[in-house]
């Protein structure tokens, strides 16, 4: 069964530094994976999408993730952290209907 | 500004109430979702549609009514709701319908919600 897990529920880090956000995965195939970030009191937005091309995926916002098959992650990261990155971080995988499987979610906080 | 469009932002409903979610896109998508997100959860799939055919539902009790009227308009009917249904509900569109899970690809693109408050 596929399944992903985010191995921090909150992470805080000050505005300019890099920022680190941990998604370890599960499949039985080559997977789909994605991660999406969602502002207070809005829907989700896509960051970004791995589909076993390159396995450095940039997204927007200058946020970019590397699939690791050995160690089974997909850590999320950015060089320098904006305000406006405080949010919720999703890690997403795809199930085996093609439905999405969510990670817990990782808060980001950004201290000025 | 999201391209997936929900309406209402915002509803309150009492418990006999009926009251209907509705939400478009235009993007040619064959593929349509509802979503129900609790505060400081991830959203939990309720229903899928697939080419305007309910292809998945996530055993969600029948007080939700999914209705696809075309490939661009999906709505939410409520009936008799209770207060532990107050959410964020989403929807979501992909353009991929089919669900080969080693080749599917296709993100999903979420509306904004619709805060839903059952008194």
């Known amino acids: 069964a596929q399944s992903v897990t985010q191995l921090d529920s909150h992470v805080s880090v000050s505005e300019g530094t890099p920022v680190l956000l941990r998604c370890n995965y599960s499949s039985s195939y080559s997977p789909s994976l994605f991660w999406y970030v969602q502002h207070p009191n809005k829907g989700l937005q896509l960051l970004l999408k791995?589909?076993?091309?390159?396995?450095l995926v940039k997204g927007i916002n200058g946020f970019e993730a590397e699939f690791k098959k050995s160690e089974t992650s997909f850590h999320l990261t950015k060089p320098s952290a904006h305000m406006s990155d405080a949010a919720e971080y999703f890690c997403v995988v795809i199930g085996s209907q093609g439905n999405l499987i969510f990670g817990k979610g990782t808060k980001l906080s950004v201290k000025p | 500004d999201t391209e997936v469009t929900q309406t209402p932002k915002h509803l309150v409903m009492g418990m006999t109430n009926k009251k209907s979610l509705k939400c478009e896109q235009h993007m040619g998508h064959r593929a349509m979702y509802w979503y129900k997100q609790k505060a400081k959860k991830p959203p939990e799939l309720m229903f899928v549609y697939s080419y305007e055919k309910l292809s998945i539902n996530e055993s969600v009790p029948s007080r939700f009514s999914p209705e696809c009227p075309n490939s661009s308009l999906l709505n939410l009917h409520l009936h008799a709701l209770q207060p532990e249904d107050s959410a964020l509900y989403l929807c979501a569109s992909s353009q991929d319908g089919s669900f080969n899970p080693s080749s599917y690809n296709s993100p999903l693109h979420f509306g904004n919600g619709t805060r839903l408050t059952v008194t």
């Open positions: 791995y589909t076993s091309a390159a396995t």
